[in-house]
């Protein structure tokens, strides 16, 4: 059963950075397309970024130039930095395969407010 594990998440100040991680167990990242996604209050959960198995990197308008994806298949992460950060991208933060596959872990609370 695999099992995914976020963190990093804080409070920052607007134009602050973070840097997530997640971590899984019980299965292998590098043969699924991996991404990010959010939930803030009151909205439905959102894909931010996605990593493809080939590299491919998509990101959703609102987080373009401000938002990297990575991945390490060795170590079994993905990794989220996130940078220039606003108030609209407090969240939960959460990582899944695209489309989602596994069960979701518990995120990881970004908080961005001055």
Not at 15 to 28: D, I, K, P, Q
Not at 41 to 53: H, L
Not at 76 to 90: A, F, G, I, R
């Amino acid at each position: 059963q695999a099992q995914l594990v976020e963190s990093g998440g804080g409070l920052v100040q607007p134009g602050g950075s973070l840097r997530l991680s997640c971590a899984g167990s019980g299965t292998f990242f590098s043969i699924y397309n991996m991404a990010w996604y959010r939930q803030a209050p009151g909205k439905e959960r959102e894909v931010v970024a996605t990593i493809e198995a080939n590299g491919f990197l998509v990101y959703a308008d609102s987080v373009k130039g401000r938002f990297t994806i990575s991945r390490d298949n060795y170590k079994n992460t993905v990794t989220l930095q996130m940078n220039s950060l606003k108030p609209e991208d407090t969240a939960v933060y959460f990582c899944n395969c695209d489309p989602p596959r596994f069960a979701w872990g518990q995120g990881t609370q970004v908080t961005v407010s001055s």
